[in-house]
């Protein structure tokens, strides 16, 4: 199982931006497609982001769209997702994966926590 770990969360006000990223180690990465799914309070688990291991493709959930880029550097074996004009129902717990359809049981890491508050 490739663990990757979540990072760049935080608070911010509505109309901000953050730039999550999405590492590993002992694994390169680029040999995966990377999505990102968040987790609010009380809701299921939902996708939010897909690259492809050459960044040839991506999709973005609806509710997303034009405001969130994802982004891959294989160099530093990062994927990013920056995150533009930010709202209050963008907060939730982010995660990222190494494939853009998890199977039913997959191992996700810790994640990194997101709010959206003025």
């Known amino acids: 199982q490739v663990q990757l770990v979540e990072s760049g969360g935080g608070l911010v006000q509505p109309g901000g931006s953050l730039r999550l990223s999405c590492a590993a180690s002992g694994v390169t990465l680029e040999y995966y497609s990377i999505g990102w799914f968040r987790q609010a309070p009380g809701k299921e688990r939902e996708g939010v982001s897909c690259i492809s291991s050459t960044a040839s493709s991506t999709w973005y959930a609806d509710s997303v769209k034009g405001r969130f880029t994802t982004s891959r550097d294989n160099a530093k074996n990062t994927v990013y997702l920056q995150m533009n004009s930010l709202k209050p129902e963008d907060t939730a717990v982010y995660y990222c994966?190494?494939?853009?359809?998890?199977?039913?049981?997959?191992?996700w890491g810790q994640g990194t926590q997101v709010t959206v508050s003025s």
């Open positions: 994966a190494n494939t853009c359809a998890p199977p039913t049981g997959f191992t």
